[in-house]
């Protein structure tokens, strides 16, 4: 498949976003920490690898919201965007070690490692900002984005991320704490730490946090952590297992290989082993999992993947 390569932007109509009749069908993307690389899938089985796709390299997560595909750079190339998934073109974010990207409460929004944040309604031009407080992984819960500080405590936004509440402190989980994620129908707020086996959740907005009771299953590397139907998953980018909890509090191991995070939709989760070419699904909410090696060699450091929709 040939790349397409440009700083220009391309309108949502040329990509059949236009007019209210358009057919829509899912696609998971991935994309590579180390090449300029991306693959996709419209099943979450079957994969095909695109070199060259992306303006620059080292791409460390990717995020759909409003019909845009957003991925963030933690090295040179700040930021790209995407109407299809796999024509990807340059935005106007700056250079920085950017590491997270969600789409939360309507706009997208970028934590970094220095500090800096960023924010955009459209995922192309951005506002950034300096708050030492905002991590890199963020949710959208109780009517506000939170976000962990890593340094043991989360905070919140109630205005798009223009200004954060004062920090909560999250139990004893740790100065490492680095994901969140919130489950809509248990109303839980669950946050993970990154090399300090432990994890909190809330059950009163975020105003109280508990210990989980063995959090010692999720791994020492564990990354983003992710909620389908009402399970909470965490990965782990360096060990064989994940972590898998259907009530953010007591955990167990499942057996997996290697990854950064996971992505939901039409009724399957896919993840993608960190420096190979295996590709896994499941059909029961990361329970039991099904690797597959057919098709392209997908041979890259896949950090980010996400699910998204485009014209049919």
Not at 257 to 279: D, K, L, M, R, W
């Amino acid at each position: 498949m040939p790349s397409i390569i440009t700083k220009g932007a391309m309108s949502a109509s040329a990509f059949g976003f236009a007019g209210n009749a358009v057919t829509k069908k899912g696609i998971f993307v991935g994309v590579s920490g180390n090449s300029s690389s991306i693959c996709y899938s419209y099943d979450g089985i079957n994969w095909t690898l695109v070199n060259n796709a992306m303006p620059g390299n080292s791409w460390h997560s990717v995020a759909f919201g409003n019909g845009v595909f957003v991925a963030v750079s933690a090295t040179n190339s700040g930021s790209a965007y995407s109407y299809d998934g796999i024509h990807w073109y340059a935005a106007t974010l700056a250079s920085n070690m950017w590491v997270g990207v969600k789409f939360v409460g309507g706009i997208f929004i970028i934590g970094g490692q220095n500090g800096y944040y960023a924010t955009s309604t459209d995922g192309i031009n951005w506002t950034v900002t300096y708050n030492a407080n905002v991590g890199y992984d963020f949710a959208y819960a109780y009517g506000a984005i939170w976000t962990p500080t890593g340094t043991g405590a989360i905070i919140k936004s109630t205005d798009g991320g223009n200004t954060w509440s004062a920090a909560i402190m999250m139990a004893n989980i740790g100065n490492m704490n680095i994901s969140i994620a919130y489950d809509p129908i248990s109303g839980k707020l669950v946050g993970t730490s990154y090399n300090g086996l432990a994890a909190a959740y809330s059950t009163d907005g975020g105003a109280t946090w508990s210990n989980s009771a063995n959090a010692n299953a999720i791994a020492a590397n564990g990354e983003f952590l992710t909620c389908v139907n009402g399970v909470f998953l965490a990965a782990d980018y360096q060990s064989t297992t994940i972590a898998r909890s259907t009530d953010g509090n007591t955990w167990a191991s499942v057996s997996l290989f290697p990854c950064y995070t996971f992505a939901a939709g039409n009724g399957i989760v896919v993840a993608i082993e960190y420096s190979s070419y295996i590709t896994a699904y499941s059909t029961d909410n990361g329970l039991t999992w099904t690797t597959n090696t057919v098709g392209t060699n997908l041979n890259s450091q896949w950090t980010g993947v996400c699910f998204g929709t485009v014209a049919a």
